[in-house]
């Protein structure tokens, strides 16, 4: 009996793969025995894709997509990458129960482990909040992130930004960071008060450090000096001190100074020394033409007048028309600095010439002048200084009396 | 030459009449007044401020001597046998030196006269 065979031609819809195969096979449970010599395929009974996901463009996938093995196959690859990617509302991205990224409302939480990021660049870094530990590196932390530092106990202090080599981290006047500027070899820093930022000055008492100070009485001619022209007088006896007088003769004047004791050449505006003077006067009555000086160094006293372009620092009270106005004063042998304080009759004066620096002048206490110009500096300690009084070339008797007086003299 | 006479800038404070000779910015003020603020017046802190004087007979006043006062000046000479210092008049280089001196001054303070 003759083989029949079968003459069915099988082909997909598009006519890819056809042939007339001996065998049909089908998936089980889709091809159903209808009994009448013909067979019926079920091609709606998978809804869902199949494991090799060849039927993706008619089903979709319904469960878990599972790998045959573990930690071996790639979701892409370098050249087929996968384009977005959707998660759900409170979807994790585990990594083998280490670490895991998970969602909740606007929050991304990563637990189990670290985040390390890239060294900071210009165009890359960290913004935003953390919270929890940060190590590592950055360029800069900026705007919140910097208040947010309130703490640093485990900041080492060479872990500091570099400086210059010999300044001293202070705070300003504002209460701003600062620094103190470098200072000169041996000096020291010195506290400027509240307020005010410390600074490196010259160390009191450095080098030849050295203290003399004069207070010579009053009342005794002992270790003075005086110079008269045309009758000027000196009284110097008991508790009133020490008064000059022009005398009424024209063109008269009266010059009293400390000598330098024997033996001390010392030199009273050195530029390393400190020089300070004090005294208190008062006016017996100052004819209106007259001048009268008080301090220390060398002045040429006339009757017409004294000079004040020597070597001196002090004050001086100058009558003109009967118009008096008091001045400090300083020269340094060529040229005289002067400016007016308030006139006064008496009173306790003094200053304190500060090296090269300046010279200070009080009254009563008070600061009333400073100078900076043409400071004394070439006096050789003849005399350490005194008081003297001129009617500048007329007739009235001018009188003062000084009733303290002190000097001293220090290295510095 | 006799005498020169010059005022220069001067700064004096608006409430105590503390004067000085150096325009009282910060450097100069940390120089001469550590502590006291630029302008601030070192005497009466609290409520002075440091003004330029327009004032001409309150502004700083600088007296160079004039040459013919050279002749009159002395030098120290040694001490005579009581201990008294001695002096003498100046020679002819110490004389010229002087005087140059006086010049110098003289152009200095010519160009800061206000």
């Known amino acids: ?412 | 030459m006799s005498k020169t006479i010059i005022t220069i800038k001067t700064w004096r404070c608006t409430e105590c009449n503390y004067v000085q000779d150096f325009e009282p910015t910060q450097e100069l003020t940390d120089l001469h007044h550590p502590g006291t603020k630029a302008d601030q017046c070192p005497s009466c802190k609290a409520t002075g401020k440091l003004t330029p004087e327009t004032r001409p007979e309150e502004k700083t006043i600088i007296t160079i001597m004039g040459e013919e006062e050279v002749d009159e000046l002395e030098v120290r000479a040694g001490e005579d046998v009581e201990g008294k210092p001695k002096f003498r008049k100046l020679n002819v280089k110490e004389k010229a030196d002087k005087v140059k001196e006086i010049r110098d001054s003289v152009k200095y303070w010519q160009a800061l006269e206000d």
């Open chain 1, 1 to 412: 009996m003759p083989v029949i065979r079968s003459k069915l031609l099988i082909q997909e819809e598009d006519g890819s793969p056809t042939g007339r195969p001996i065998t049909l096979k089908v998936s089980n449970g889709t091809l159903t025995d209808n009994g009448d010599n013909t067979f019926s395929l079920d091609t709606s009974a998978g809804s869902g894709a199949t494991t090799a996901l060849d039927n993706l463009a008619s089903v979709a996938i319904n469960t878990s997509l599972l790998s045959d093995t573990t930690n071996t196959d790639a979701l892409g690859s370098a050249a087929k990458a996968w384009s977005d990617l959707f998660l759900g509302d409170g979807s994790v991205i585990d990594w083998n129960s280490d670490v895991a990224l998970t969602h909740s409302a606007n929050t991304l939480t990563f637990t189990g482990g670290t985040v390390a990021l890239g060294t900071a660049t210009a165009t890359g870094g960290l913004t935003g909040n953390i919270t929890g530990n940060a190590s590592g590196t950055a360029a800069t932390v900026t705007d919140a992130a910097q208040a947010a530092i309130t703490t640093a106990a485990n900041l080492p202090w060479t872990g500091l930004k570099a400086g210059t080599d010999g300044e001293v981290p202070t705070f300003d006047s504002s209460g701003n960071p600062a620094f103190v500027a470098v200072g000169t070899a041996t000096h020291v820093l010195t506290s400027n008060g509240a307020g005010a930022a410390p600074t490196f000055q010259a160390a009191s008492g450095g080098g030849n450090p050295s203290w003399i100070s004069w207070h010579p009485p009053m009342s005794a001619t002992a270790g003075w000096s005086a110079t008269a022209v045309n009758g000027g007088t000196r009284t110097q006896a008991g508790q009133a001190g020490t008064r000059l007088d022009t005398s009424t003769n024209s063109g008269a004047s009266e010059h009293v100074y400390l000598e330098t004791p024997t033996g001390i050449t010392t030199v009273m505006f050195g530029s390393a020394t400190k020089t300070m003077f004090g005294c208190w006067f008062f006016e017996n009555g100052a004819g209106a033409a007259s001048t009268v000086w008080m301090g220390i160094g060398e002045v040429t006293v006339a009757g017409t007048g004294i000079t004040f372009t020597p070597d001196q620092a002090g004050f001086k009270r100058i009558g003109v028309a009967g118009v008096f106005t008091a001045s400090a004063t300083n020269g340094n042998g060529t040229t005289e600095t002067a400016t007016a304080i308030a006139a006064t009759a008496n009173g306790g004066l003094s200053f304190v010439k500060d090296g090269t620096t300046d010279i200070k002048f009080y009254k009563n206490g008070s600061l009333v002048a400073t100078h900076t110009t043409n400071l004394p500096n070439g006096s050789d300690g003849t005399y350490l200084g005194g008081m003297a009084v001129s009617n500048n070339s007329t007739t009235d008797n001018t009188a003062y009396t000084w009733h303290t007086w002190n000097m001293e003299l220090r290295n510095v």
